[in-house]
């Protein structure tokens, strides 16, 4: 008997960016009714590999195959034409447009004319048939981040797609969100469809999958059934390559606080305000704030970053009240800060990496005096700060959007630890980074731990927050709804917290 | 099938961004090649003319020079703007209030005579700063786009310099709408005997460096540059966005506030209406030919000087109008556009089938 046709078979697939090889004689193959996990550090190829699928890049060699046909995929129509859909991370919807108009967006119709009853008796059977439920009328602005990501993938069922890949799609949602999601996976699969679902969480892909592809540095390393023997520590390794050790966190016991909140709230129109905001980071201790994003967590780190204006209440910085904070201030009080968009509002990606890292302190000596630059000081900074943190760039004067997503974020704690701030506000700080790299992160923080500093922690991974914090406090529609010290924090209790739920605590 | 597609550089190599100018250049004469073989002329003649005859003899060499300097300066103001992503399109009008500041310093009896041409320098360059703030603090405070804002204000001035020009301020010994000659201790030194080649000439070539200086090696510099790529994360990083702005709007309002002065102290010894012929704007090709780099702006304020000098005699050499020197500055402009595409992008060819 031979071997069933493959729904997907990608052969031999090169792809080289000037001096990277980003994918190198990569084999890839779906069977119908597989979900397929596709793990690597950043810098892996697994993005490249999936551009190539969906059709952003064109492969230098190799070929792909569809149902056993030969496909040329020049451009992400053609891809879906093949019945690939893709959902990023970044979703690519028109807020203010409802989720049917959303759904028709690019679709002909009849002489003009949008064909809105075929398009919900779809929508209909889509969610009957993969629990993916959403009202066609409600504005894709008002809908949350999990509701958005459901529509993607409606988005994707509704163009034909029998390949779907999944770029990070646990990043933003709460444990039970993840739990609808893998529903529908499973029942995508169940149809025939095939699903390649991109992740850095260990354990959700030891959950969901039923294959595991491992790439590093552009090949393929390992490919393996996902058995009940493959341990997630055994995929870790196999991603970076060598062994890893869980972080040490020795007990400690928290000294004055540091960060003092007290009924902290905003009034900013169109943005979640925050309201009796009270909380106390002290020396030594890792508060972590869980929350589906959008609760207010990006206002709090707004305002203790000094961006955002106190509508009430009152901020201290080591027993200092700080009535007017902005940027400088926060800063000039020891105050470090690892953005939650390090490419926005953290780093200048168009300018050489040493300008970004020398960014906030540029006024000061030894980078300048009276307003003249030293650029001798700057480069000697930036290049102790790249061998101390092992930056991978090619030195200071290479532009800083080239870095990959680790390196970058290397660049942000090297610049904000090297003022041995007193307070470090980190937010999604690993966001997107590779086993690897996070941990790299999570060391500096328990660093600054040790050395009685305080972290307020702002994720949505709760698997970091556990890892780290003392305490969580749990953000839901701009207040907190408890803080739980980490003895008595477990998931359920959180992710019930996170959709709201007071007393769950 | 044979298909072309962009794709993104990591980085842009040196030699292309030297090459890419002279290859923007070379596109245009290309491309309005066509307009003076429609004028009955031979392309090859008509190019020699437009470029030798700027360049033939020592006094056509000075005549460069000189028409070179008020765009230098126009040229280095939008550079300076467009590096912060301020948007100034005013620098025409900048320059007119630098003109009229000028004008009225050097007209007035009773001021020490050797006082007068720093004294007109000086309120020249504070008179193009402060009219460039208009936009900044519009942008900064309320939000009002610059480019609109910085553009209309252009007409603004213009009008309200030609009513005076008209009113009050005319010469009542010219029959046109002229202000009346700057005292002969304001005039600008001549650098070159029986030549025009003056103390502005001078002013411009030097201003370029400095300029280069301050964006390269001062904490301003590095504050505009950084405000103009990525404004939020400067702000995060506790740069007050809005100062830069204003600063910014104040160092480029000078520079085009010194070509004025240099075109009433060293050449026409007093503000008419036509004092510019949009010289403000075409700094802002020059800019960009320079791909907003101090330095590169000499060279292409000095391409356009040759084309601007050399259109007159090609024109009575071959017939082409004189005209083709700004079809030539426009289309300039836009092949530098195109072609600053491939200084992020590349062009990779892909044979299928």
């Avoid at chain 2, 704007?281 to 590169?296: E, S």
Wanted: include cysteine.
């Amino acid at each position: 008997m031979s071997a069933p046709t493959p729904l997907l078979a990608m052969r031999g697939i090169g792809k080289r960016f000037g001096a990277v090889q980003a994918n190198r004689n990569v084999e890839l193959t779906l069977q119908p009714g597989d979900i397929l996990g596709l793990l690597g550090e950043n810098g892996a190829g697994k993005t490249t590999l999936m551009n190539i699928l969906f059709g952003t890049y064109s492969p230098d060699e190799g070929s792909i195959e569809i149902d056993g046909q030969p496909v040329e995929i020049h451009n992400s129509a053609a891809a879906i034409a093949h019945g690939v859909g893709m959902v990023h991370q970044h979703f690519h919807l028109v807020p203010r447009h409802t989720v049917l108009e959303n759904l028709l967006v690019g679709r002909p119709g009849r002489r003009g004319l949008l064909d809105k009853a075929a398009a919900i008796a779809r929508l209909d059977e889509i969610g009957r048939h993969f629990q993916l439920v959403l009202d066609p009328d409600r504005l894709v602005g008002d809908l949350t981040i999990g509701e958005q990501q459901r529509l993607e993938i409606i988005k994707a069922l509704f163009s034909g797609a029998r390949i779907l890949i999944l770029d990070e799609p646990t990043a933003a949602l709460t444990p039970q969100e993840a739990d609808g999601l893998f529903d529908a996976l499973r029942a995508m699969a169940a149809e025939g469809m095939g699903v390649i679902f991109i992740s850095h969480k260990l354990h959700e892909v030891r959950a969901i999958t039923s294959h595991v592809m491992v790439m590093r540095l552009g090949e393929v390393v390992a490919n393996l059934e996902n058995a009940p023997e493959v341990s997630q520590g055994h995929l870790a390794e196999l991603m970076c390559g060598h062994e890893l050790t869980p972080p040490v966190k020795p007990e400690k016991k928290p000294g004055r606080p540091l960060l003092h909140l007290r009924d902290v709230a905003t009034d900013i129109r169109g943005r979640t305000n925050l309201a009796g905001i009270s909380l106390d980071v002290r020396a030594g201790e890792i508060v972590g704030i869980a929350g589906v994003s959008g609760n207010g967590q990006r206002e709090l780190a707004e305002v203790i970053a000094g961006m955002l204006p106190l509508a009430a209440g009152s901020l201290e910085i080591d027993g200092a009240a700080v009535p007017r904070p902005s940027p400088n201030i926060m800063q000039a009080l020891g105050m470090g800060r690892i953005p939650e968009d390090r490419m926005g509002t953290g780093l200048i990606t168009s300018l050489p990496l040493s300008d970004s890292m020398v960014l906030p302190r540029i006024g000061e000596a030894p980078f300048s005096r009276h307003g003249i630059l030293d650029h001798r000081a700057i480069r000697a900074f930036v290049e102790e700060q790249i061998e101390r943190f092992g930056i991978k760039a090619g030195g200071p004067d290479i532009r800083a959007g080239t870095l990959s997503g680790g390196n970058l974020q290397k660049a942000l704690l090297a610049r904000e630890l090297a003022w041995n701030p007193l307070v470090l506000l980190a937010a999604q700080p690993t966001r997107g980074l590779d086993v690897g790299a996070a941990r790299f992160v999570h060391e500096q923080f328990l660093d600054l731990r040790a050395r009685d500093r305080a972290v307020l922690l702002i994720s949505e991974d709760l698997e970091e927050i556990f890892t780290l914090s003392d305490r969580i406090a749990v953000m839901y529609e701009g207040r907190i709804i408890g803080v739980l010290p980490i003895a008595e924090a477990d998931v359920r209790k959180v992710g019930l917290m996170m959709a709201g739920m007071e007393d769950a605590a | 099938m044979i298909r072309m597609r962009l794709e993104r550089r990591d980085s842009t190599p040196t030699w292309l961004n030297l090459t890419l100018p002279v290859l923007a250049v070379l596109a245009t004469l290309v491309l309005c090649s066509g307009l003076v073989a429609m004028a009955g002329a031979n392309v090859w003649t008509a190019y020699s003319k437009l470029f030798l005859s700027a360049i033939d003899s020592r006094s056509h060499i000075v005549e460069t020079f000189v028409k070179a300097a008020p765009l230098i300066f126009t040229g280095l103001a939008v550079a300076v703007a467009f590096r912060a992503k301020f948007w100034n399109i005013g620098a025409e009008g900048q320059l007119l209030a630098g003109a009229m500041a000028a004008a009225f310093i050097g007209g007035r009896e009773g001021l020490p005579a050797w006082s007068l041409v720093p004294l007109m320098i000086v309120a020249g360059a504070a008179a193009g700063g402060l009219w460039a703030c208009v936009p900044a603090v519009l942008r900064t405070r309320y939000k009002v786009d610059d480019v609109v804002s910085s553009l209309l204000l252009n007409f603004v001035i213009f009008y309200g310099m030609t009513a005076l020009l008209d009113g009050p301020w005319k010469d009542p010994l010219s029959g046109y709408p002229d202000s009346p000659d700057i005292l002969m201790e304001a005039e600008f030194p001549i650098l070159l005997e029986r030549t025009r080649l003056h103390l502005g000439v001078l002013l411009a070539l030097l201003s370029a460096p400095l300029v280069w200086w301050v964006m390269r090696k001062t904490s301003l510099g590095f504050s505009i540059r950084a405000v103009g790529e990525n404004p939020v994360a400067s702000r995060y990083a506790g740069i007050s966005t809005g100062a830069v702005i204003l600063m910014t709007a104040i160092l480029s309002g000078a520079l085009a506030g010194l070509a004025g002065v240099g075109e009433v102290a060293g050449l026409h010894f007093q503000v008419m209406s036509g004092i510019s012929p949009g010289y403000g704007y075409t700094g802002i090709v020059i800019a960009m030919l320079a791909r907003l780099n101090p330095l590169g702006v000499v060279p292409a304020a000095l391409f356009f000087a040759v084309i601007v000098t050399g259109a007159e005699s090609m024109s009575r050499a071959t017939g082409v109008p004189v005209f083709l020197a700004e079809v030539i500055q426009g289309a300039a402009l836009l092949t530098m556009l195109v072609a600053l595409l491939f200084t992020s992008y590349r062009i990779r060819i892909a044979r299928h089938g």
